[in-house]
Every structure is written in C-alpha cells, then in structure tokens.
C-alpha cells in the first residue's frame, strides 16, 4: 500500500536531505534506490506495529478487569497507553527510516525510540518515587523534547541514548525491587531485559558489518526489530501486573504464562 502511494506521489527520497548515517553507517542490508531501499529492514517494522495495537487492544478489552491505579507506583493504568503509542510510533518512524534514507526519517526513527526509553524510565522511577499523572507527563515529554534536541545537535550521539536510556530503567528497576519488594513482574521483566541485551548485541554486529550479508534475507538489523517488538510485550506485560488483581493478590507471576 505505501509503495502503491508513494508511486503515486512520485517521491524520490533522493530528492530529500539524506540520513547522517549514509553513505556507510546504515546497517548491513543493501542500500537500494527504489521505494523501499531497505525491504527486509523496512517491513520487519511491522513488529512494533501490531504489538503496539495489541496493546491498545488488551488495555480496552480488560480495563473493568483491572485496578485503575497501581498501589507500588500511584500511576493510573491509563499510562500504559502511551507505551502502546510510542510501539506504534516506532514501528512508523522506522519503517520510514529503512524505506527512504532521509534525515527526517532518521530523526522519527530516534525519536519514537526515545518514547519508549524515557517511558520505562519514568515508569520505574514511579515506583521508587511517586509521580502524579501530570508530573509525568510534563517529564515525560520535556525530555522528549531534549533528546530530540540533542541528536540534531549532537547526531554521533543517537545511536547510544537508546542502550543508554534501557541501563537506566534495568538500574532503576533492581532498585524498585528491594524498595517497593516487587515480586510480580520480576521474572518477565528479567525476560524483557534479556530479549533487549540479545537484540542490542546482534544491532552492533548488524551496524559493524561483523555479520553481514547485504543481499540476504538474513538481516540482524531485521532480528533487533523483531526480538525488540516482542520485547516490548513481556515489558508490558510485566507492567501490567500491578494492576492485575489476581496478580496483586496471590503474588504468583513467577509462574505468568506469557
């Protein structure tokens, strides 16, 4: 569909400010000149998308089912609906990234990672400290702000935030633990964090070119974007069994099937 539409249009990304990572800092896969330069990277975005709407979906589905308000955090469960947002954004902002090579590509791509980074954060610093939904909010976005306004500054700088960011929550999270004695969601965030450090290490081999195929369908950039996007479903998961009264109740999500 979006071939079909930019067919349409007749736009040629050549025709717009090229991404910084060209000519060679855009990960394994060939770097094509058609619609789609990077198909394998590009539709494996795909990933990000749907889980982001399955989350969308589930908070709906079960919202009579659930607390409205977590006891550890204070957060109303209605946040968690920015974190199916920024999966959605990801997924987009990606897509468009591996599909045309732009700058602004890149920047929607840094960006929406950086909303679900700062999200976690936020979201374990809550559990430490408590934050009203406005304080969050407010946060939440001036450091959207500033990240964006760090990359365009600093661009060498984009490529780390994100890890960065993800130690930051990990670090936050083993704190929260033994503060607010979280037993829940201990095992499918350990899940999440694992699934996250396995994609980072096959991104850095996929961003050096240590494992490299151009031309296959093969791509570790492609795996990052999967493993990621199911990632992202154990996170939320685990998120969300503050506000799972069974959960709550009987302290057994040791045994959660996920």
């Known amino acids: 569909m979006l071939r079909i539409l930019l067919s349409i249009l007749r736009i040629n990304w050549l025709n717009y400010r090229p991404a910084d990572c060209l000519p060679y800092a855009c990960f394994c896969e060939k770097i094509g000149t058609g619609l789609i330069r990077q198909p394998v990277n590009a539709y494996t975005n795909l990933g990000y998308i749907l889980v982001g709407i399955l989350v969308l979906v589930f908070l709906r589905r ?48 840094d960006d929406s990672m950086y909303m679900i980074g700062i999200f976690l954060v936020l979201f374990e610093t809550a559990r430490i400290h408590k934050l009203s939904v406005k304080q969050f909010l407010w946060i939440y976005f001036s450091l959207n702000i500033l990240f964006e306004a760090a990359i365009y500054i600093f661009p060498v700088i984009r490529g780390m ?7 930051i929550s990990f670090t936050i999270e ?42 296959s369908l093969f791509q570790g950039h492609a795996i990052w974007h999967l493993v990621t996007a199911y990632a992202g479903w154990v996170m939320f998961k685990a998120m969300d069994c503050e506000y799972d009264p069974a959960r709550i109740s009987s302290r057994a999500t040791y045994n959660q099937k996920w």
């Open 62 to 109: 079960t919202g009579s089912s659930h607390q409205l308000q977590s006891s550890i955090s204070g957060l109303p469960r209605r946040i968690l609906i920015l974190f199916g947002i920024a999966y959605v954004a990801v997924g987009i902002g990606s897509f468009i990234y591996h599909a045309s090579f732009i700058f602004l590509g890149e920047e929607l791509d």
């Open 161 to 167: 935030l994100f890890a960065v960011l993800m130690v």
């Open 174 to 215: 083993l704190y929260a633990r033994r503060q607010a004695e979280l037993k829940d969601e201990v095992r499918l965030t350990d899940i999440a964090n694992l699934l996250f450090l396995l994609a980072y290490l096959i991104w850095i081999l996929d961003k050096t070119h240590l494992l490299c195929y151009p031309e």
